[in-house]
């Protein structure tokens, strides 16, 4: 097994310890393929915005695609698709790169994939992909957590040299569970309590209990970086840091929040064996196989 450089759950108190690994894996950032300025700000943030980066047709053929997959009554019946907890609604369709065309070609996108290989400066692969659905009147929350946490105890990611990228594909309210963000809390290591129990993924992925932080680690971190809410139009993407704490409101009002997600992470940071001895999360959660390179 690979060292263990942030430790987590398995007995341990809950605390914050300093980040080890950069943020922007560049020292120059003269050929950024966006502006130096948003580069600055993602590091010293952990996430930015970029407004209007895919049209509105190719946003309308993103969302057809969307609801094809929804509709098919064939991928309801798989693992890979997550159902909400109560109302039995689709939640979520992970390998959405695999199993859909449009989405594999967006995944390799030179403005999402490009960006991703310039910040982490190495070749990158798809970690993981999804289309989130967040209905109207019945979308559920999702708790403070980041995503480091859970991909390094449960799926073996060494080091954080991932990130994740958010193509909003219908518009973001502050009141339709929209995506929250911590700013600066990427530059601390959230140590969370508890043991992993067996087989947590197939709960976690509809009600995170394990791997969140504590509220008195929570409250430190908002107490020095604020929340942001992350409202926009359908088209604009959110990249965040893997370790950049975030969260969702449920969404009681009648309109919906859809995504699709992808998480790009450097080939020199393959997962290895998982730190919390328990069997590897299955493969729609955790890339271990299909690792190649995303052509530049």
């Not at 594999?104 to 289309?131: E, F, M, P």
């Not at 107490?223 to 969702?248: K, L, Q, R, Y």
Request: glycine share 6%.
């Amino acid at each position: 097994m690979s060292k263990d450089f942030y430790p987590s759950r398995g007995g341990r108190k809950a605390t914050l310890i300093p980040r080890t690994d950069p943020v922007v894996y560049r020292d120059n950032f003269e050929d950024s393929p966006i502006e130096k300025a948003l580069i600055h700000k993602y590091r010293e943030d952990g996430f930015i915005i970029l407004k209007n980066l895919f049209s509105e047709r190719e946003i309308a053929v993103f969302r057809d695609e969307l609801e094809r997959l929804k509709n098919d009554e064939q991928l309801k019946s798989l693992d890979y698709t997550i159902t909400e907890p109560t109302s039995g609604d689709v939640r979520s369709v992970f390998k959405a790169h695999q199993i859909s065309p449009v989405f594999k070609k967006l995944a390799a996108d030179k403005r999402l994939a490009g960006l991703a290989r310039y910040i982490l400066n190495d070749d990158v692969y798809i970690h993981q992909s999804r289309v989130n659905y967040k209905p109207g009147f019945k979308g559920k929350e999702f708790y403070w957590h980041s995503d480091f946490e859970t991909w390094h105890v449960e799926d073996g990611m060494p080091r954080m040299r991932a990130l994740s990228m958010s193509v909003a594909l219908t518009k973001n309210y502050s009141y339709n569970g929209a995506l929250m963000l911590i700013p600066g809390s990427h530059n601390v290591f959230a140590v969370c309590e508890g043991n992993t129990p067996e087989n947590h993924f197939k709960s976690s992925l509809k009600k995170q209990e394990y791997g969140v932080p504590s509220d008195e680690n929570l409250a430190k971190m908002v107490e020095e970086g604020g929340i942001v809410t992350a409202t926009g139009e359908p088209g604009d993407v959110i990249i965040f840091d893997c370790n950049t704490m975030h969260g969702s409101n449920g969404n009681i009002t009648p309109y919906p929040r859809s995504n699709i997600f992808f998480v790009f992470n450097a080939v020199s940071n393959h997962v290895t064996e998982p730190f919390c001895n328990q069997p590897p999360r299955p493969e729609y959660i955790c890339t271990r196989a299909e690792t190649e390179p995303i052509p530049a």
